[in-house]
Structures are given as C-alpha cells and as structure tokens.
C-alpha cells in the first residue's frame, strides 16, 4: 500500500480556490497507477504567476511564468526504479503550479479549472519520477501517460 508523505502548500489568494485534500488524492492515485508502493515524500505549492516567474528563472534561466515546474530530488532516475532508500521513504522533491496559469490555460482549453490542475499536478508528479519530455517521442509517452491517467481519474470521480 503506498503511503505518501505530502506537504501541500497553497499561497494565501488561493486558498479559497482548490482543495487541499483533493490535491493529496491526485497525486496519490497518480504515484499508484505509475506503480509507486513503497514510501514516498514529495511537496506540492499552488503559488502566483510572479513566484513561478522567478523560480523559472532562477532554475531555468527563462524570465517568463509558466503553469508548472518540478525540483526532482533523484536526479537521472529512470522510471519506476522504485528501491527503498535507507530511511525507507523515496524523497522526490517538489512540484509548483501556477494557479493564475492553469486557470488561464483551463479557459483556453474550455475545461474545467480542476481538470487543467489535475493535468497539471500529474505532470509535475511525473517528472519526478523521472519521465522527461524534452524529445518528441518522450514528450509524446509523457503526454499519453498523463491523458490515461486523467481518464483514470475521471472514471473515480476525482474530476
């Protein structure tokens, strides 16, 4: 059974706006359909688009906001390698979204502010358990991991 250490962080203009606990379930039911079992921990922060402007920057060098960005704690980790470290508990890292970006991108998109943000936390979630999609065949993987996943989701009435 996968038990998941998750400090979720929603930054003050949003806290009205998403719940934390479906948050939580999210990413849970996206860490047990990618085969995590064992311990993990792992942080997610809703925040504003000047935050995410600044860590994408920081870290990406690219001055611009963008809806998420993940820190993997493992880095090269191939997916689902999934061995206990000695404490016993896989740290992953942290996954940001952008809450004025997904609502953007959910407009655009003609969906429902919850499915973009779904969308959003799967990607981030799948990112640091070490799917990439930088190439066109990865990105290509990613993106049909991420659209079984929602569906997934939407058949347990998460979405």
């Known amino acids: 059974m996968l038990e998941c250490e998750l400090s979720v962080q929603i930054d003050q203009p949003f806290q009205?706006?998403?719940?934390?606990e479906w948050l939580r379930r999210v990413v849970e039911e996206t860490l047990a359909r990618e085969g995590v079992s064992s311990r993990?921990?792992?942080?997610?922060?809703i925040t504003d688009t000047e935050t995410i402007r600044q860590l994408n920057k920081s870290y990406r060098g690219r001055d611009e906001a963008t809806?998420?960005?993940?820190?993997?704690l493992l880095e090269d980790l191939e997916p689902t390698?999934?061995?206990?470290?000695?404490d016993g508990v896989l740290h992953l890292g942290e996954v940001i979204l952008c809450y004025p970006q997904a609502s953007l991108q959910a407009e655009e998109h003609h969906h429902p502010i919850e499915?973009?943000?779904a969308l959003l936390v799967i990607h981030g979630v799948l990112h640091l358990l070490g799917h990439d999609d930088e190439e066109p065949e990865a990105e290509a993987k990613m993106r049909a991991r991420e659209e079984r996943i929602l569906g997934e989701l939407k058949y347990d009435r998460l979405l």
């Open 16 to 20: 009205g706006c998403v719940d934390g």
């Open 40 to 45: 993990v921990e792992l942080g997610l922060v």
């Open 67 to 72: 809806d998420v960005l993940s820190f993997a």
């Open 81 to 86: 390698p999934f061995i206990n470290p000695p």
């Open 115 to 117: 499915r973009e943000l």
